[in-house]
């Protein structure tokens, strides 16, 4: 077979990973090796942007076209251009392709035709012949691909037994490199661990496996990689999960916290971190199954926190060293949530104030360290790090909220390129002081509520003249009780979002206001231990 010739390879299943390491391969080996090789996975983009990425389109060819946008097939013309999971390409789309295949030319978006002619290798896992008669897949594109003679059939990792230990030694080799670590060696049992493993997601999930026995193996007297480190559990697939076990450590120790720590640093949400760790480890993961891992409720499977450990730790350009022991610290705090079990927190549904922050921080395009850094700015008193917010923000009572920081949080929210309305501040605010309470007094003086009350009348009273309780009350759309307990000593209760907010501005207007906060917040924090929690 001609290595310049297009042609496909097909899988009986969507976990077979090497496509694109044999297609590298090919490209390499061919005449056109000089050239690109580009690679296009046809499943994991939108419908209507298909055309767009894979062809190119000119400025202004459709809304948000600002700039020429050069196309896969353009790009990889005199090279090589890898179309995975070719099946799943929309019908109108192949029809295109066809054409660029048959005449060497493209048509961008909005322009005129480009030649173009790179050597398309496609792959599936689909049965192309059924998707042909369903109408699924075009004919004449099929048979322009796959001919007897440019076809390969990829089987499973498992039903290549004797491929399995080369590529661990090779994936090993790698790994050690990268992260200039001496390379281990197996122990005779690892080895067949590995071989009668069934592998389910083949050869991307030995890497992984590998990436891990690589770093566990540095706690050997030899360094020697065991099945221990490994893993794998013989003659199954991957391993069930632990659940709703004790776990006695801090908060910075758990895998959940490094988890959210590290997918943090990178700067991802929780839904693309499920993307890209989906694609990893070759299996649908969702958004509110990283969510629950973050909150230890509940453990990956290993070959989940392998591709986890792969995205967010070994695949960042950081130094060797600290990328190693990053991994290190990754997999141990794993292995201790698997071993134990994790304990189920205490999270208040979707309504809680964890949930809500966690929208309104990244609607204002904040990580938890770049929220606290501005609550750092905003005001040194409030004492809300990166693990304090996240403790807020997955529902743990290993945080309890005192008013004064709600506050603060609400204020660093409301960010000029995303405001938040009034509405979105105020609910914010009283979910807070419905969910949490600090059970604690205030560091400072200590002074009593009725003390820190009576400062807070006389400052209205003294230095405003005298304190209007029904011009409060219409102002604020409390009622006078409401206003008025917040200056009585007797009552225990808290002020709500909207007085501070009034009487806030009232003493800003009367250059008050620093007098105001602080006593507001002595106040609060004050209040906490006469309170119960409400959820």
């Known amino acids: 077979m001609p290595l310049s010739q297009n042609f496909a390879f097909l899988s009986r299943e969507k976990a077979v990973q090497e496509k694109e390491g044999i297609a590298r391969r090919i490209h390499d080996k061919s005449p056109r090796s000089s050239k690109p090789f580009v690679a296009l996975n046809c499943s994991a983009i939108p419908e209507s942007l298909v055309e767009s990425i894979l062809f190119g389109h000119e400025k202004g060819a459709f809304t948000g076209a600002h700039q020429r946008h050069i196309g896969k097939f353009e790009e990889a013309s005199g090279g090589t251009l890898f179309l995975d999971e070719i099946g799943d390409m ?11 295949l048959q005449e060497g030319e493209v048509t961008r978006v909005g322009g005129q035709d480009i030649v173009a002619k790179p050597r398309v290798i496609a792959a599936t896992n689909q049965d192309l012949e059924k998707a042909v008669e369903e109408g699924r897949f075009r004919k004449d594109l099929y048979f322009r691909l796959c001919s007897k003679a440019t076809v390969i059939h990829l089987p499973p990792l498992r039903e290549r037994k004797t491929d399995i230990p080369l590529l661990a030694e090779h994936f090993v080799k790698v790994a050690a490199a990268e992260l ?31 990436l891990a026995g690589v ?29 709703s076990a004790s776990l006695d450590a801090p908060v910075e120790e758990t895998f959940g916290y490094k988890l959210s720590v590290k997918r943090e640093e990178r700067g991802w ?47 960042m350009d950081k130094p060797a060293r600290d990328r190693a022991k990053a991994l290190e610290e990754f997999f141990d705090a794993a292995d201790v949530a698997v071993k134990v079990g994790v304990r189920e927190q205490g999270v208040v549904g979707e309504s809680a104030f964890g949930d809500m922050l966690r929208d309104a921080r990244e609607k204002a395009g904040l990580t938890q ?24 923000e997955q529902g743990h009572a290993g945080h309890k909220l005192v008013p004064s920081e709600a506050l603060a949080l609400v204020q660093a929210m409301d960010t000029e390129d995303r405001p ?48 209007n309780d029904k011009a409060l009350a219409k102002k604020t759309g409390l009622d006078r ?32 206001s620093a007098v105001f906060n602080v006593l507001v917040e002595e106040l609060t924090a004050a209040l906490q231990p006469h309170q119960q929690t409400q959820r």
Request: charged share 30%; net charge positive; proline share 4%.
């Open 269 to 315: 949400t929780q839904t693309k971190l499920a993307k890209k760790a989906g694609r990893q480890a070759l299996r649908e993961i969702t958004d509110k199954e990283i969510a629950q891992w973050e909150n230890n409720n509940g453990v990956p499977e290993q070959d989940i926190i392998n591709a986890l450990a792969y995205v967010l730790i070994m695949d």
């Open 481 to 512: 009780g409401t206003i008025a307990n917040l200056f009585d000593p007797r009552h225990m209760g808290m002020p709500s979002y909207r007085t501070i907010k009034f009487l806030g501005e009232d003493c800003k207007e009367r250059d008050q």
């Open 369 to 392: 360290a770049g929220l606290a850094e501005k609550l750092l700015a905003m005001s040194g008193k409030v004492g809300l790090g990166q693990k304090e917010i996240y403790l807020i």
């Open 180 to 210: 200039e670590l001496p390379k281990p060696t197996f122990s005779k049992d690892a080895v067949q661990v590995i071989q009668e493993y069934s592998w389910p997601g083949n050869v991307r999930e030995l890497e992984n496996a590998m």
């Open 420 to 467: 938040l309305s009034s509405e979105e501040k105020v609910d914010l605010y009283d979910r807070a002081r419905k969910v949490f309470a600090e059970n604690k007094r205030a560091a400072g003086n200590g002074r009593s509520i009725e003390a820190i009350k009576k400062s807070l009348s006389e400052l209205f009273e003294n230095e405003f003249g005298s304190r």
């Open 215 to 243: 770093v566990m193996a540095r706690k050997s007297a030899n360094n020697t990689i065991t099945p221990d480190m490994l893993k794998l559990e013989v003659g199954a697939g991957r391993q069930t999960a632990a659940h």
């Open 90 to 100: 929309p019908l109108p789309t192949q029809a295109k392709l066809l054409r660029a």
